[in-house]
């Protein structure tokens, strides 16, 4: 009589036949974690027009100030003002991306190592970076990146500077290198909370160190663009696709930007590393 498989044995794989969950169900996860989230905002539809109207006098403030600038001089440091408003809307969509993906999942995770919490997360069969990035968001920001495009797509059209079609192509892939860096710089900052307690005030500072991302880093003096690049990646991230749109920078500079956003994750990723290693949480 022939045997029957034995259905009941473990797939192969890892160690102990056990299959590798954090590779597997990387996908699932992420899709449940947006689907939850986004269930859990809906819930209150009255915030979308809060955040629609907060999205539009925020928008408004900025035109303000640029049309203001305008007033006294026809260029900015060669910036005409419908390229300057380009700045304004990416910054614009890269900050509705901070507020909705990356500032909530960041303060909860500084919350649950402050308070021991973070073994939770540690636990579970999935990729531990993967699964504190994106725990907690709010939907609703996302406002600002639909108002941000908006704005940069008028703007485009609006400019005296035709945009060049490659400008066009890979301006997505820098706006998409923009976010990358602006999370590995929220979670270093995070991370820091293994070490440091009172990490929030630094949190805070990059808030305010964002703010100047709405000009570009060529406004600013020498020691200040040194910042804007390395500590805080407002050119890369803001100023760059800024540029690649309006024709003042190319495939050159966005495989520069390449090269740095490579580097940041891998040391991003060592840093948090070494954080876990060095975390006493409930467990410990």
């Not at 299959?19 to 996860?29: N, S, T």
């Not at 805070?204 to 964002?210: D, R, T």
Request: proline fraction near 6%; charge should be positive.
């Amino acid at each position: 009589m022939a045997a029957h498989p034995d259905t009941t044995a473990p797939p192969p794989g890892s160690p102990h036949g056990l299959a590798r969950p954090d590779r597997v169900r990387r996908r699932d996860v992420v899709r449940t974690l947006f689907g939850v989230s986004a269930l859990n905002e809906l819930q209150y539809r009255v915030n979308f027009f809060l955040q629609l109207f907060e999205s539009l006098v925020a928008l408004a403030t900025a035109v303000a100030v640029v049309a203001l600038v305008f007033l006294y001089t026809p260029t900015l440091g060669g910036w005409a003002p419908w390229e300057l408003m380009v700045v304004v809307g990416v910054h614009t969509a890269l900050g509705g991306v901070i507020r909705a993906v990356i500032q909530p999942s960041m303060q909860l995770l500084m919350e649950d190592i402050q308070e021991g919490k973070l073994d939770f997360a540690l636990t579970k069969p999935i990729d531990a970076q993967l699964l504190v990035s994106l725990r907690r968001i709010t939907v609703w920001p996302l406002v600002d990146v639909v108002v941000g495009l908006g704005v940069v797509v008028v703007a485009a059209l609006q400019s005296d500077v035709s945009v060049p079609l490659a400008g066009a192509l890979i301006f997505p892939v820098a706006l998409a290198l923009g976010a990358v860096m602006i999370y590995c710089l929220w979670l270093i900052i995070t991370t820091g909370a293994f070490w440091v307690i009172r990490m929030e005030h630094v949190a805070e500072l990059f808030n305010g160190l964002y703010q100047a991302g709405r000009w570009p880093t060529g406004l600013f003096p020498g020691w200040l663009r040194t910042i804007f690049t390395v500590l805080v990646p407002l050119a890369f991230a803001v100023t760059l696709p800024s540029e690649i749109l309006t024709g003042r920078a190319g495939l050159l500079a966005l495989g520069g930007a390449a090269l740095f956003a490579v580097g940041l994750v891998a040391f991003t990723r060592w840093f948090w590393r070494l954080g876990i290693r060095n975390y006493a949480g409930a467990s410990a």
